[in-house]
């Protein structure tokens, strides 16, 4: 059965950057159709995407944090991590790592339509912002 | 401000039915497939519907999809008190050149 789990620092001062990392047990992170993603939850509110990234290294960020952020992926210890630079208060949340399906179906008339969804998740872990 | 827009709260009695709507737009909704999202307080979110209207293994057929133009919408028959969660939509977004994935602002459900 797979599982996900997230580690990395619970307190993290402002401007400094936030790095977590997800470990990946019970399948490979190399599995083709998989991406890994990011998503985050800040207390009282909803779920917000950061990013995904494949084994092969390819990623996709949320255009509203790209500046801040960057994900990349450790096949040899099947796992992917995170790193948000400059942070404020307002990253204070709830991290969740979670595998995601990600393909993309051609039309017939040449345009696309993509499947995205997050199957397996982590249980989270709480980040704050202060100093 | 969410991409998708859900209604904040929902409400409905034990064994009756409720259902969710999930606003998008062409470059989202109206174009790619839907899934949906139920978190349980205190918990981590759990698929319950992916590819607008398939429910992966183990959640039971109470639970609905379906997807209409820019629009979607979750079904729950039979409620019970344990639906009572935080439900979120989700698709990709393709209005950018790398696209990126955006989730509703999320549905409280309250079973009175």
């Known amino acids: 059965q797979l599982q996900l789990q997230e580690s990395g620092p619970g307190l993290v001062k402002p401007s400094e950057t936030l790095s977590l990392t997800c470990t990946v047990s019970g399948g490979s992170i190399s599995s083709s159709s998989y991406y890994w993603g990011w998503i985050r939850q800040p207390p009282g509110k909803g779920l917000e995407w950061i990013g995904s990234?494949?084994?092969?290294?390819?990623?996709y960020y949320n255009p509203s944090l790209k500046s801040r952020v960057t994900i990349s992926v450790d096949t040899s210890k099947n796992q992917f991590s995170l790193k948000l630079s400059s942070v404020t208060a307002a990253d204070t949340a709830v991290y969740y790592c979670a595998r995601v399906y990600y393909d993309i179906l051609t039309g017939q008339w040449g345009d696309y339509y993509y499947y995205y969804y997050m199957d397996v998740w982590g249980k989270g872990t709480t980040v704050t912002v202060s100093s | 401000q969410s991409v998708l827009t859900q209604p904040p709260s929902v409400s409905a009695a034990p064994g009756q039915k409720v259902t969710i709507s999930c606003s998008g737009s062409s470059s989202n909704i109206g174009n790619n497939y839907v899934s949906w999202y139920q978190q349980l307080p205190g918990t981590a979110p759990k698929l319950l519907i992916y590819d607008n209207n398939k429910r992966p293994s183990g959640i039971p057929d109470r639970f609905s999809g379906s997807k209409s133009g820019t629009s979607a919408t979750l079904g729950i028959t039979g409620l019970q008190t344990g639906d009572e969660a935080d439900y979120y939509c989700g698709t990709w977004d393709s209005s950018l050149s790398a696209g990126y994935a955006v989730f509703g602002g999320g549905t409280q459900l309250t079973v009175l």
């Open positions: 990234i494949y084994y092969s290294g390819s990623t």
